[in-house]
C-alpha cells in the first residue's frame, strides 16, 4: 500500500487489501487483550469531519484512533460553523491549522475527501485523508471489514475441512441485493471483492441496479429466489431513500416480497452461507427480524470487524509517513 491517502478501494489494488486484512489479524489480536490499547501513534492526532450522519463508522474510527492511542477531534457538522457561513475548505483548513495528522472524512456529495485532500496538498500539509463515505461513490474501510467479515468466516469453514486457507475469495458466490444503483458500500465492496477472485452478482429490482456494470466484473439478476441457490453471501443494502430522487419501486412492502431476505428465504439458505448488512438495517424491509437475528447473520461481527480494520487503516496511513521522516 503506497498511497498517501485511503479514498477508493482501487487506490489499493488486491495486494494492498491483503496487506490490510492481515495487519486487521494484529489489531483483532489487540482487541482481545485485558488493555486492548496500543502505543503506534501516541503523539498523533486524528480529525474527524463527519458532514453527514454516521454511527458505526464515527464511533469506529474514533474507538480505532483511541486504542492506537492517538488523540481525537471530533467535528459534526450540525453544530459546527458551517452553519453561520463558513465554506468547506475554510473549515478544514482551520482544523488543519491545529495541527493534525490525519482527517476521516463521510460527506454526503461524492468526491468530497478527494477535494479536500487536494485542498491539503495544495496548503502544504502532510495530512493523510481516509474516505468514511462519499455520497453514493465510495466507502472503502465497509469493504475492507466485509472481507475480513467473509474470511474471517470462511477460513473457520476451511480449518474444519482441512482445506487450504489461502485464496478465500476464489470463485465466492456473493450477492449484494438491493439498492446498488445509490450505494457507495456496493461500489466498494463490488471492487474489493472483485479483486479478490469472488463471483458477485447485483440482485434488484431494474430500476435500482446500476444504469451500468460495464467493466464491473459482476452479474445481474432480478430474480431473488433464483439467485439465492447456492450463495455463499448473501449482502443486504438498505434501501437509500436519502438519495432517491423519485419512487423506485411501488410501496416497500412490495419490495421486501420480491427482494428481502424473508424468514423462508432465509431459511432456504446453504447452512454456511452468511447473512451481511452494513447498517443501519430496517428490520422488515431488506431483511426480516428473524433473518437478522439467525446464527449465519454476522451483523454483528462486521461491527465488531471495523475498529480492527480501521486501527490496520490508520495505523498504514500515518506510520508511513513516520518512517519516511514525512
Ligand atoms: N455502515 C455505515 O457506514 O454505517 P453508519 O452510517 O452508521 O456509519
Not at 448473501?234 to 437509500?240: A, G, H, I, N
Not at 428473524?290 to 495505523?315: E, H, K, W, Y
Request: hydrophobic content about 40%; proline content about 4%; some cysteine.
Amino acid at each position: 500500500m503506497t498511497q498517501r491517502h485511503l479514498l477508493t478501494i482501487e487506490d489499493l489494488g488486491a495486494d494492498g487489501i491483503v496487506e490490510l486484512l492481515h495487519l486487521t489479524d494484529t489489531f483483532t489480536e489487540v482487541a482481545t487483550r485485558a488493555i486492548p490499547k496500543v502505543p503506534a501513534l501516541v503523539g498523533r492526532t486524528v480529525a474527524q469531519l463527519f458532514f453527514e450522519d454516521s454511527t458505526r463508522t464515527r464511533l469506529s474510527f474514533e474507538t480505532a484512533a483511541r486504542r492506537l492511542s492517538a488523540d481525537v477531534l471530533t467535528f459534526t457538522a450540525k453544530t459546527s460553523s458551517l452553519n453561520k457561513g463558513e465554506s468547506l475548505r475554510d473549515t478544514v483548513l482551520t482544523v488543519s491549522a491545529m495541527g493534525v495528522d490525519a482527517f476521516v472524512v463521510r460527506h454526503a456529495s461524492s468526491g468530497a475527501p478527494a477535494q479536500i485532500a487536494h485542498w491539503l496538498e495544495a496548503d502544504g500539509n502532510g495530512e493523510v485523508v481516509v474516505n468514511a463515505g462519499d455520497g453514493a461513490h465510495a466507502h472503502p474501510t465497509q469493504a475492507l471489514l466485509d472481507c475480513y467479515t467473509i474470511r474471517q468466516h470462511r477460513k473457520e469453514i476451511a480449518d474444519r475441512a482441512d482445506a487450504p486457507a489461502d485464496r478465500l475469495f476464489e470463485g465466492l458466490r456473493v450477492l449484494i441485493v438491493g439498492d446498488a444503483r445509490h450505494s457507495r458500500v456496493c461500489r466498494s465492496n463490488v471492487e474489493a471483492l472483485t479483486a479478490l477472485g469472488a463471483d458477485v452478482t447485483l440482485v434488484g429490482p431494474p430500476t435500482l441496479l446500476p444504469v451500468t456494470t460495464k467493466g464491473w466484473g459482476v452479474s445481474t439478476s432480478t430474480d431473488l429466489d433464483e439467485a439465492l441457490l447456492g450463495a455463499d453471501v448473501v449482502y443486504l443494502l438498505r434501501m437509500q431513500l436519502e438519495r432517491q430522487r423519485e419512487a423506485r419501486v411501488p410501496s416497500l412492502p412490495e419490495y421486501t416480497a420480491r427482494w428481502g431476505l424473508t424468514t423462508a428465504r432465509a431459511e432456504r439458505l446453504d447452512p454456511s452461507a452468511l447473512v451481511m448488512a452494513p447498517g443501519p438495517i430496517n428490520r422488515g424491509v431488506e431483511l426480516s427480524s428473524d433473518a437478522a437475528d439467525l446464527p449465519c447473520s454476522v451483523i454483528t461481527d462486521q461491527v465488531t470487524n471495523g475498529v480492527a480494520t480501521r486501527m490496520a487503516v490508520l495505523f498504514k496511513l500515518l506510520s508511513a509517513g513516520r518512517d519516511s521522516g514525512e
